[in-house]
Structure formats: C-alpha cells, structure tokens
C-alpha cells in the first residue's frame, strides 16, 4: 500500500526545474537590465586597459535585479578577462547577515580559506592574509558589498574606506581589489569624506521598478525554465505582471518587484500540483496572490450596496466560467444581467453600470485595462488580481444571502 507520503509525492508535476525559482538562481540572461549591465561594462573597462581599480554604486528599490546584475555582471566578466589571461574572482558579502567591518572580512576571506577561523584576528590582518591569497593567485579580486547601508549604519565607512585603498600597497598592477556597491537607497550620502573621495560620483546607476510590460519577459524566462512545455496558461504571464508590476496608467499597480513575479509564479504552479492539475491556470495566480495580501476582503465587501457587489460577482463568474484572467465590460453586464434574474433584481441601466465598474475600480476591487493585439477596436478588459474567484464568490454569496 501506498503511504500517504508516497501518494502526496506521487502526484503529477507541473514543474521540470524548481531550482530555475530559486531567488539565488541568477539566469544568462537578464531581460530589461541590459541598460545596467553595459553601464557595469563600461564603469569596470579600466581594468581591462592597465587600470588598477574602479568602483560604482547600483541603487533602487527592492526586487530590481541589483543582486542579479552584479551577480552576473562579475561572472561574464571573468570570463572575458580569462580569454584576456587575467584572472578575475568576484565576492558576494550579504552586508544585512554581516554588519561589521570583521564579519565582513570574514565573508571574503572565506571565498579563499572556508576555515579562516572566525576569531583572534584584526581587520588589518585580515588585509594582510586577503593580500596573500591575491598575490598568490595573481588575481583581481571584484567584492560586491550587497545591502550596505545595512552595514555603513552600523559600524561605518571604514571598510568601504580600506577596500577602495587596499591597491595603494600593491607592487603588482593588477592584484587588487575593486567594489560593486549595492543598496536600495543612494549610500554616497553615508560615506564620509575620505571614503567618498576614493570614489567617483558619476558611477552611480539608479534602477527603476519594473513596469508590467518590462516584467513580462522576465516571468515568461521562468516559465521555460522552471516549467514542464506547455503547462503554463499565456494568460498567467501577463496577469503576474501586471500584479507586480509598476503601472502609472491602471489605478491597481504593484511595486515593479521581479521577486514577487517569481514568487506568485511559483505558487501559482504549487496550487496547480497541490490540486493535482496538469496546466497552471489565471485562477492559481490569483490564489497565489491571495495568499500574500488581497484587497478584497470580506469587511470591505460589506461596505459595498447590492448592486455593486452583484457586479463584482458578475465579473467573478465570467472569469471562472471562461477560465480567463480578463473578461471584457459586456461579457461582464450580461453576466450581471442573469446574476439580476438570479436575485429576483431588475438590472440597472448601462450608464449606471459603468459608474459601478468605475467605483469598483476606484476602490481596488478590480481593475481594467485597454485591450492591445487580439481584440477588435478598443475594448475595456476586466480583472480581479487579488482574489481566487472562487473564494470572491463565496464570500459575495453569504452577503447577497
Ligand atoms: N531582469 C531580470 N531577469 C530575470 N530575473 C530577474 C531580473 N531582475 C530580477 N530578477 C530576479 O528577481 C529576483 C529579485 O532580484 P534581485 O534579488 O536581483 O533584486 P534586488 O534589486 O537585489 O532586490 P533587494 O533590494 O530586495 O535585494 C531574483 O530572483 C532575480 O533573479
Ligand atoms: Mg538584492
């Protein structure tokens, strides 16, 4: 007899990579951040021409790719300077896991010596033994300092200070050592003046948020990595996007964070395993959604009177009966009209229907967006991004009740 373990683990899989939505994983290519990549290029080509250092800031807010850049920035460019015969090792240092000039020496030490012993030595000897590795190995060494505002509060800029300097007692050119600043806010401001000097102000690189449109090739990436062919609904991509993804037109837009599309992408695909689905549906993305915040709850549906709320529901069923992740206006008023009929209600008219709609969208209920390619002419296309509709339904149905 199967154990229920067995059984659970049994289930067919929608996915054929789960480590491709590891927020670790970084990918080959990196859609909508070539602009940050070449500006890296150009920012660290002074090693490439018989420069001994330079160093740059990257900044924006949170899910931006910042890690992922520099990440893959340091890995193609060693390769490059390999083919040159130089040799290139980069350092990752998770500043917000390591606050203090010490721990994060440890950090970089143990990329040469797993077993550097964690006490008994000062931040200059430690210098000193990174010296050794460096001399010893003929190597440039590219330290990316991630989250350091996290460790410029706490202890300050002295080691930022002692890194942009460690190649003033270097014989050799090329042993040395250049830094990949990263934060989500403009550090130069918590650097102090010594440590600012040693560092050119105009490599500073600002990311912005990713809009929808941007995110889209970005989830679609993960979905050929991560997921079995096929299984994917489009519809999912651009509704994970347009989630996540920062919109100054609609009013429902959401921080332009890529780790959140990934997030909601894989549990959208765990909803489908979980419900022993083979295909990832709309519908999964809004479970997935539901699970880390939604605007609809039952206390604000209760503020809403009959009418709208029958509207809100009518949208619901539409989605739920095509299976779809936007329904369009008048798909929505004829379902609105059978749900009257349902109710024993007369249907308002069509002008006071869209002053609904308006209301709804006003109050994050739904949100609607002007159809692109696929769609005759203009029409206006409906969504509810942050509920199963299940679960809308249900909850609209104990109200109407
Ligand atoms: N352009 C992109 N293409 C593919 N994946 C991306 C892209 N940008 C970000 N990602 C992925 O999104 C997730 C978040 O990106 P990343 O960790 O680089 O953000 P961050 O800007 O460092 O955010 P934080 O400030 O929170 O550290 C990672 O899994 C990363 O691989
Ligand atoms: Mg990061």
């Known amino acids: 007899m199967m154990s229920l373990v ?41 090693l490439t021409q018989g420069g001994t250092r330079e160093h740059a800031l990257v900044w924006g807010p949170v899910g931006t790719g910042k890690t992922a850049v520099a990440k893959r920035f340091a890995r193609d460019f060693a390769t490059v300077l390999g083919k040159k015969g130089r040799r290139l090792e980069s350092v990752h240092v998770n500043c917000r896991r390591r606050k203090s000039a010490a721990l994060a020496m440890l950090g970089i030490l143990n990329h040469f010596e797993p077993n550097y012993p964690e006490r008994g030595f000062s931040v200059g000897e430690m210098m000193r ?31 930022v200070y002692d890194l942009t300097r460690f190649n003033d007692e270097t014989g050799q050119a090329w042993v040395g050592i250049s830094l990949v600043l990263i934060s989500q806010q403009n550090v130069l401001e918590l650097l102090d003046d010594a440590a600012l000097s040693t560092f050119k102000r105009s490599n500073t690189y600002q990311v912005q948020p990713y809009t929808a449109d941007q995110l889209e090739p970005i989830v679609q990436q993960r979905v050929d990595l991560a997921f079995a062919p096929g299984v994917v609904d489009p519809d999912c991509v651009s509704l994970i996007a347009d989630i996540a993804g920062e919109n100054q037109e609609s009013n429902r837009s959401g921080p332009g964070d890529a780790r959140l599309a990934i997030e909601l992408l894989t549990k959208a695909g765990q909803t489908a395993d979980d419900e022993m689905r083979d295909s990832v549906m709309a519908d999964d993305v809004r479970t997935a959604k539901a699970y880390t915040y939604s605007v609809v709850t039952t206390s604000k549906l209760q503020n809403l009177p009959k009418h709208p709320l029958l509207v809100l529901a009518a949208l619901a069923r539409r989605l739920e009966r095509d299976q779809a992740a936007y329904a369009t206006t008048g798909g929505v008023e004829e379902m609105y009209h059978l749900l009257c009929e349902e109710h024993d209600e007369s249907p308002r008219g069509h002008t006071q229907f869209w002053k609904y709609l308006k209301q709804l969208q006003d109050a994050g209920f739904l949100y609607a967006k002007i159809s692109g390619k696929g769609h005759a002419g203009t029409t206006q296309l409906l969504s509810l991004p942050d509920v199963p509709t299940k679960v809308l339904l249900d909850k609209v149905r104990d109200l109407l009740e």
């Open 6 to 46: 067995e059984e659970e683990l049994g289930g067919p899989t929608v996915f054929r990579d789960l480590a491709k939505l590891d927020f670790d994983y970084v990918p080959e290519e990196l859609p909508n951040r070539e602009e940050a990549m070449r500006f890296l290029a150009r920012t660290y080509r002074g």
């Open 129 to 159: 033994d990174l010296r050794k590795h460096l001399e010893r190995r003929d190597c440039h060494l590219l330290v990316i300092l991630d989250e350091v505002d996290a460790l410029l509060r706490a202890d300050g800029s002295n080691l």
